[in-house]
C-alpha cells in the first residue's frame, strides 16, 4: 500500500502553522472555560460566526490580481465573489449584527472565542493561526459600556489566578489625544501621516525614555546598534506639548506593583504620594491633563468620558492595582473611535531557558464606533476587549508548575489468545474507577508489541501504574499491579539484578476482583 | 462615519455558511465535554493539527489550471505551494504522525473536536463548514483496537443520553464484503465500478425490499417518480448470492428496539427467536453469512477479524443492544480497508413542525491502514470514528425539552446621574449570586434607553427580574424588585390598571442592602 517514494507527499506543516499538543489544549480549554464563566456572569452571551466571510465584509481587502492574498487568506468562489478567512472577531461581528440588526438584542452583549488567521510571514511566536476570545457590546455609545468592559477584563485577570498588582487594565481615550494633536495644529486628515507618528511615539513611553520620544517626536532616533528611525516631524515646541501632558503619566516602570498586593485601596495608594511618579490615582492623573490641555487651549471636553469611566469602576470598587488611566496606551489598529483599553501583565518572570520575561500586554480594545455603520444606515457604537490566547497561555504556563496530567492506567496483554477477558476486565475497572464523575483514564494495550515494549510505552504515556496477568497468575486467580512512579524511584536504589527479583519493589500480587484490582490502583493513585 | 449607501458592502453571510447562536453553542460545547470525558476515561489524548494544510498532503486534490476548488477550499502560498482547508480530521492526523513518527507513544490513541469544510453546493443542512469530533488509534493492527472504538462510541452515545436500544454501533467489514466480490468474479481493480455499485446498493438494504435491491444489483431501478437508477449489472446468479449472504440479515427495521431498553443480555434476546428476523445475536449472524460465503467457495477467513471483535465486546460486556455486526454498513470513504462502523439512532421522534424523523447515521469510522503509508516507507495500521457533530446536537435538542438559558438579572437606570452607585450595587450582587462557583448573570443596563425600552430589553434578554430605582427610592433607602415571568402570568389575569397598579403582582420592595436584595433575588431565581 505505501507509495514508491518518488510519488510520496511529504509530512509536513505550512509555514506559520503548528501542531497542538495535549497539554496546550488542556490549558487553553481551561482558560477559555474560565474566562467564559465570567463572561456569562456579566451577562453576556455567546455567539460564533463561520471562519469564512465575503473579502469585502471584512472590509480590509481588495482583490489584486497580482496578489490576492495580502495580509488575508483569500479565494474566489463559484460565482466569481471573493471569499476570506477571517483575520479577527471584530469584523463578522460587525458584519452579524448588521445583518441581523432588528432582531438582536440591543445593547448586545456577545463573546466568542475563535481561530483568527493572517497571511503573514510568519516568525518566532508569530504564526498565521492563532486563538483569540472577544467581548463587545454593540448599541451602547456610554461610558457605562466601556468601564463594564474594563471591569469585566479585570474579574478575566482575577479567575485566571493572576493576582492584584500583577497585571494592570489600562485605559486611555483617542478622543484625549485628539483634541491634543487639534491643539498644536495638527488637525484634520491632512496631517494624518504625522498623527500616527505622534502615536507610534508615545506608544514608545512606557520603553524609552523622555529624551528619546522628545527625538521621536522630532526628526528621528539613532539606536545603540546605528539604526535611526525617522521622527514625527513636530516642532520642538509641539514636541514639548505632548511630553508635558503625556510622558511624565508614564514612563519605564508605571502600572508596576510598588504596594501589597493585595491593597486595593486608592485612598491608601494617595496617601504614598510621596514616593515616584509611577503610579498615580485616575483623579491626579485627569486634575494633570486637564491643567496642561487647558495650557495649550485644547476640548478639555475630551476627558468627560474618561472621568465617567473612571467614576463608575471606581464606585464598583475596582481600585488603581485593577484598572488606571494610563495615557501611554495607543493599541494600533485604526478603527478605535474612543475609549482604548489594554491588560498587561506586570511581574517578571523567568523563561525555560531562565532569561527574565515580561509579558506585557495579553489583550486589548477599546470604542469602534464606525465598524457596523459600513453596512447600514445607521451609526451603531460598540465597544469590545479582545484577548491573545496564545500569550496568555504562555503567561499561564509559565507562572504555574503544574504536573504533566497522569496517563492511563494500563492492564497489559500477555497472552493474545485472551484479549476478551483482558478487555472485560478493562471494562470492568474502567467502570469502578470512574464512578461519581472522577476521570481516571482505563485502557488495555492494543498494540502487537511484547511486554518491554508494552512497559515501555506506559512509560511514555505517563502511565501511574499496570496491571499485568500471565497464564501463571490467571490460573492463580492473581494480577499483578505494578506502580510505575515508585518502581522508577527503587530502581535508582537498588543495584543489582537478584535483588530486584528478591524485593520486587513498586509491585503488588492481589486476587483477581474487581474490589481487590480497584483498591490496589486507588492506593497507587492517591 | 456611516457611508453613502453606494459604497456600503452588504452584510450577508457566504452560502453554506452559518452563524452559530447561544444555545446552538452551549449545546455543542456540553456535548463535546461529555464526549471528552467518555475519550480521556479510555485512555485517548487530545491532539489538534490546523485548519491550513498543504494539499498534496491531503490526498484528494491536485491544483487544476481551471478550477483550483473543486471539492475544497484551496489557495495558493506566496512560495508558489498550493494550501487548503482541511475537509476532514483523518487527513491531517496522518499527517501528523508520519510528521512526528518517533515521538508519539504507539499506538498512538488521540481525539480532537475541529472544523472542517468542504468546498460544495451547499443544500438544506448542509453546510460548507462543519464539525466533527474524532478518536483514532494508529499504529495498532489488532481487532482489540476496532473493537475499542466500538465500545467507546456505546459508551459516548450512552453519556449523551441515549438509552440502550435508542441506539446501535453496527460492524461491518469491508474484508468480508471483497471476499464475496472476489467470490463471484469481480475481482480485481477492473471491476472497481461494479464492486462500488455493489456496495451502493448493499446500503440501500435498509430501506429497500429485496426485490429492489435485487434490482439495483442488476439493470436497474425505476423509482415512483419514474426516476431511473442504473444497476451494477451483475448476472441473476451473482445478484442472488450477494442477496443471500447480506439482504435477508438486514431488511428495514433491523437494529430497532423491540424489547426491554434495559436488557442487554444477548441469551434474553437469542430466546425469543420466534420474533421476525431483525434482530440476531453475532454468533447467528457469523454462523449464517459462513454458511453463504462456503457456498461460493469465498474465503471465510474474511470473518475472523469480526469474530474476534465480536468476542471482545461481548466479554466485555456489550450486547446485542450496543453493538451488533450489520452487513448493511458499508461507509462510503475509499479508504476504509477492513473493519466500518456506524453509531445509528433507532428511535422516530418528531421535528418541530410535527413530522416524524428518524435519525439514523450520527457518526462512524472504520479501519485505514492505508493513510498514513502514504508519506513514509512503513505501513501504519489504523482505525478511528468520526460523530457529525451538528448532527448529533440537532438529535439531543429534539430529544430533550430543556428550558432556554436563564438570561441575566438586570439592574436598570432611571436616573442617568447615578451610573456609578448602580455599578456599585451590581458588583455587589453579582459577587454574593455567584459565591460558591454558581453561574447567576447579573448586569447593569449600559444603553441609552428609557424606562419601557429597558423592560423590553430585559424580557428579550429572558432575564429573571429587574432591579428598579428611581429618585424616590433611592432617598428611602428601597429598591423594587420585578419578577418577570410572575409579571406575565399575572398579566394574562389582571384586566384593568387601576386593579394591577392596586396589587404591584410579582413586584417586592426590599431594603437597599447586598442581603436583602439578594435574598429576593434569589427566592425568585429558585
Chains 1, 2 share one sequence.
Not at 486595593?264 to 510621596?274: H, L, S, V, Y
Not at 473611535?337 to 491588560?343: D, L, P, Q, Y
Amino acid at each position: 500500500m505505501a507509495k514508491s517514494k518518488a510519488n510520496r507527499p511529504k509530512a509536513r506543516l505550512p509555514k506559520g502553522f503548528a501542531d497542538r499538543s495535549a497539554a496546550d489544549i488542556r490549558r487553553t480549554n481551561h482558560m477559555v472555560d474560565t474566562v467564559r464563566t465570567v463572561y456569562e456572569r456579566w451577562g453576556f452571551e455567546p455567539v460564533e460566526t463561520p471562519f469564512v466571510e465575503y473579502a469585502d465584509a471584512l472590509g480590509k481587502f481588495l482583490p489584486d490580481a497580482d496578489r490576492p492574498n495580502e495580509g488575508v487568506f483569500a479565494f474566489q468562489d463559484d460565482d466569481g465573489g471573493w471569499l476570506s478567512l477571517r483575520y479577527d472577531l471584530t469584523a463578522p461581528l460587525a458584519r452579524y449584527v448588521a445583518e441581523n440588526f432588528d432582531r438582536v438584542p440591543r445593547p448586545y452583549k456577545s463573546y466568542r472565542a475563535g481561530w483568527v488567521f493572517r497571511n503573514e510571514k510568519p516568525g518566532p511566536g508569530r504564526f498565521r493561526q492563532f486563538m483569540q476570545l472577544d467581548a463587545d457590546i454593540v448599541g451602547a455609545a456610554s461610558p457605562a459600556a466601556d468601564a463594564e468592559i474594563c471591569m469585566m477584563a479585570s474579574d478575566t485577570m482575577e479567575a485566571l489566578g493572576f493576582w492584584r498588582g500583577e497585571f494592570a487594565i489600562k485605559v486611555n481615550s483617542r478622543t484625549v489625544l485628539d483634541a491634543a494633536l487639534d491643539a498644536i495644529g495638527l488637525a484634520g486628515e491632512d496631517h494624518g501621516q504625522t498623527r500616527l507618528a505622534v502615536l507610534r511615539s508615545i506608544d514608545k513611553a512606557d520603553k524609552f525614555t523622555r529624551e528619546d520620544v522628545q527625538r521621536l517626536l522630532g526628526e528621528g532616533r539613532e539606536d545603540e546598534s546605528g539604526d535611526f528611525t525617522k521622527g514625527a516631524g513636530l516642532s520642538a515646541e509641539q514636541a514639548e506639548a505632548i511630553l508635558s501632558i503625556f510622558y511624565p503619566l508614564v514612563g519605564p516602570g508605571a502600572g508596576t506593583n510598588m504596594f501589597d498586593p493585595m491593597d486595593d485601596d486608592e485612598t491608601n495608594i494617595a496617601a504614598q504620594d510621596g514616593a515616584p511618579d509611577y503610579r498615580r490615582t485616575d483623579s491626579d492623573t485627569l486634575w494633570h491633563v486637564r491643567r496642561q490641555l487647558e495650557d495649550i487651549s485644547a476640548d478639555v471636553a475630551a476627558l468627560d468620558d474618561l472621568t465617567a469611566m473612571s467614576d463608575i469602576y471606581r464606585a464598583a470598587g475596582y481600585g488603581t492595582k485593577r484598572i488606571q488611566i494610563d495615557f501611554s496606551v495607543v493599541r494600533g489598529l485604526e478603527y478605535y473611535t474612543g475609549a482604548v483599553f489594554e491588560a498587561a501583565l506586570t511581574f517578571e518572570t523567568k523563561d525555560a531557558s531562565g532569561k527574565s520575561v515580561r509579558f506585557g500586554s495579553v489583550g486589548g480594545g477599546g470604542r469602534y464606533d464606525g465598524l457596523v455603520g459600513r453596512f447600514i444606515s445607521q451609526n451603531v457604537p460598540a465597544t469590545g476587549f479582545s484577548v491573545g490566547v496564545s500569550r496568555l497561555a504562555a503567561a499561564l504556563e509559565v507562572r504555574s508548575d503544574s504536573e504533566p496530567t497522569p496517563g492511563p492506567v494500563i492492564i497489559t496483554v500477555m497472552d493474545r489468545d485472551n484479549l476478551p477477558a483482558y478487555q472485560k476486565m478493562t471494562a470492568a475497572l474502567r467502570a469502578e474507577l470512574n464512578k461519581g464523575g472522577a476521570t481516571v483514564p482505563v485502557e488495555m494495550y492494543v498494540g502487537d508489541a511484547g511486554m518491554k515494549a508494552q512497559l515501555k510505552y506506559a512509560d511514555r504515556r505517563n502511565a501511574p501504574c499496570v496491571i499485568i496477568q500471565g497464564s501463571q497468575e490467571r490460573e492463580a486467580g492473581k494480577v499483578q499491579i505494578k506502580d510505575l512512579a515508585a518502581g522508577k524511584r527503587a530502581a535508582q536504589e537498588i543495584d543489582s539484578r537478584e535483588e530486584w527479583v528478591a524485593a520486587r519493589p513498586a509491585q503488588v500480587e492481589v486476587e483477581e476482583t474487581t474490589e481487590a484490582i480497584v483498591a490496589a490502583v486507588r492506593n497507587i493513585l492517591l
